[in-house]
Antibody
């Protein structure tokens, strides 16, 4: 059974940094692309970033480009999101999602339960 | 404002058939497949339809998807109370080095 467990969400002041992690199990992690998708309170889904199976292809939403960095450690079956210069509009529930193939353009077929990032002074 | 356009709400009575539309452009739906996600209240999204009309194992055949040009639709037949949820369409967009885009979501109410 695929399991994705996010962690690292917290209350942080605007302008500060936070690192999210996603621990994956139940599948061969290095065969699949992975993504971060967020959902602001009461709002819809927004894709944040994606990374291919070998980290050779990485993409970001315009809203986070230059501030967020996605990475993965296939030896540790883990996905990360380094978030710098956080803004109030970054406040959301951040989901880790697995793609159904190794490239970032394949759809997400499994999701974690999310980790909450609150940005407030 | 979302790149893909969905109606904010839809409703139906038990047993009815409802459809939810999703409109995009040539760079997303027009050139890539559409996927649908169901988000039950307080839970993470779940893949409902992928590649326009394919159901993952475990998804009832009451759910079906279609695509034509730059639009797509999700149909739910034999509506049940447990179908009350938010539904999102998503597609890969080829512009700007490629990225994923979502619809704004449709809240389905079972009356």
């Amino acid at each position: 059974e695929v399991q994705l467990v996010e962690s690292g969400g917290n209350l942080v002041q605007p302008g500060r940094s936070l690192r999210l992690s996603c621990a994956a199990s139940g599948f061969t992690f290095d065969d699949y692309a992975m993504h971060w998708v967020r959902q602001a309170p009461g709002k819809g889904l927004e894709w944040v970033s994606g990374i291919s199976w070998n980290s050779g292809n990485i993409g970001y939403a315009d809203s986070v480009k230059g501030r967020f960095t996605i990475s993965r450690d296939n030896a540790k079956n883990s996905l990360y999101l380094q978030m710098n210069s956080l803004r109030a509009e970054d406040m959301a529930l951040y989901y880790c999602a697995k793609a159904n193939r190794g490239s970032t353009w394949y759809p997400f077929d499994s999701w974690g339960q999310g980790t909450l990032v609150t940005v407030s002074s | 404002q979302s790149v893909l356009t969905q109606p904010p709400s839809a409703s139906g009575t038990p047993g009815q058939r409802v459809t939810i539309s999703c409109s995009g452009s040539s760079s997303n739906i027009g050139s890539n497949t559409v996927n649908w996600y169901q988000q039950l209240p307080g839970t993470a999204p779940k893949l409902l339809i992928y590649s326009n009309n394919q159901r993952p194992s475990g998804v009832p055949d009451r759910f079906s998807g279609s695509k034509s040009g730059t639009s797509a639709s999700l149909a739910i037949s034999g509506l049940q109370s447990e179908d009350e949820a938010d539904y999102y369409c998503a597609a890969w967009d080829d512009s700007l080095n490629g990225h994923w885009v979502f619809g704004g979501g449709t809240k389905l109410t079972v009356l």
